[in-house]
């Protein structure tokens, strides 16, 4: 129902005393525990990506001065990483495309290119492309293209197999640790001088792109 309010764009309305109670009510109970759980779960998946991509993996200068223990640390953190949250994206975004299909919620872009409405919240579209992204890590993993090769230490990344693959690699974890950020962004809510900063730099933003834009032409 808040939904509906805040898409009619009424500011009567949603400034109603029986709204706002509502909301109060409804955030205040229930909303605002179910919010911050999944956000937490959200920040400790964040942190162990960071772990995996960041911390672990540049402990030392030199290859040879890396240990088995350290590689180890490094799939267990990924594993976590592919389980805990690739999965959970790939669920949420195949419930949302059936919910939206079966109730026949299609917008065409450019009035031929079909697709479902919650793509067009920059939430669910961001959350899109960072599940793309952890797929396509999965299928680059350079522990799983090593695990024929002749060193001796258990999970070792750095065979031959993997140098073709790592700079692609890194740039999709590059890409998928901004996208963590920025889906991040919604504890701002609460902050109300964090959430007016960014409604104004979102404002800015858009602007700004269209100067450039039309700097372009």
């Known amino acids: 129902a808040m939904e509906w309010l805040a898409d009619n764009g009424d500011p009567k309305i949603i400034c109603h005393p029986a709204v706002v109670m509502f ?3 409804f955030w205040g109970q229930l909303a605002n525990r179910y919010f911050l759980l999944g956000r937490v ?4 998946m964040l942190i162990v990506f960071l772990f995996s991509q ?25 594993i976590v990483i592919y ?11 195949l419930k949302l495309l059936i919910t939206d299909c079966k109730a026949g919620n299609v917008t065409r872009i450019g009035g031929v290119l079909p697709a479902p409405t919650y793509l067009f919240s920059y939430k ?6 960072l599940m793309i992204c952890l797929i396509l890590m999965l299928c680059l993993e350079p522990v799983l293209h090593c695990l024929g090769s002749d060193s001796k230490k258990l ?17 999709i974890a590059a890409v998928a640790m901004l996208l963590y950020w920025l889906l991040l962004t919604d504890l701002t809510v609460f902050s109300m001088r964090i959430s007016a900063f960014l ?19």
């Not at 960041?54 to 990924?78: A, Q």
């Not at 669910?124 to 492309?129: A, F, R």
């Not at 409604?199 to 032409?217: D, P, Q, T």
């Open 54 to 78: 960041s911390v672990l993996t540049h402990l030392h200068e030199h290859v040879e001065d890396e240990k088995e223990s350290e590689y180890i640390g490094i799939l267990t953190c990924r």
């Open 41 to 44: 779960y959200f920040l400790f």
């Open 23 to 25: 909301s109060d009510v």
């Open 124 to 129: 669910e579209s961001g959350s899109m492309v």
């Open 155 to 171: 999970f070792y990344p750095h065979c031959k197999d993997a140098k073709s693959i790592k700079d692609a690699y890194a740039v």
């Open 83 to 93: 389980l805990g949250s690739m999965t959970r994206f790939i669920y949420q975004q």
């Open 199 to 217: 409604l104004v730099i979102g404002r800015v933003a858009s602007e700004v792109g269209l100067f450039l834009g039309a700097l372009v032409y």
